[in-house]
């Protein structure tokens, strides 16, 4: 089910989405914006998952964050 909106958004970020479906990258400026939020969505939730993983097993520390850095220099 989807549910009928309107809202309100810079310029730009309009021209973004048009932009992204006349290149065929989104195929409406609907699904481009469903896409956007869908991603937001799952950051937060992402978020929220390491912040449990912190408070059960305590926040990595400094070697971790280390490694971890250069594991995605490398990438």
Same mark, same amino acid.
């Given at each position: 089910m989807t549910a009928k909106i309107a809202v309100s958004l810079p310029d730009h970020l309009v021209e973004e989405a048009r932009a992204a479906v006349a290149a065929g990258r989104a195929g409406s400026v609907s699904a481009y914006v469903a896409e956007a939020l869908t991603e937001k969505s =799952? =950051? =937060?939730?992402?978020?929220?998952v390491l912040d449990e993983m912190d408070a059960e097993l305590g926040?990595?520390? #400094? #070697? #971790?964050?280390g490694r971890a850095a250069r594991v995605l220099d490398a990438l």
């Open positions: =799952r =950051r =937060r939730t992402l978020s929220e926040a990595p520390g #400094a #070697a #971790a964050m």
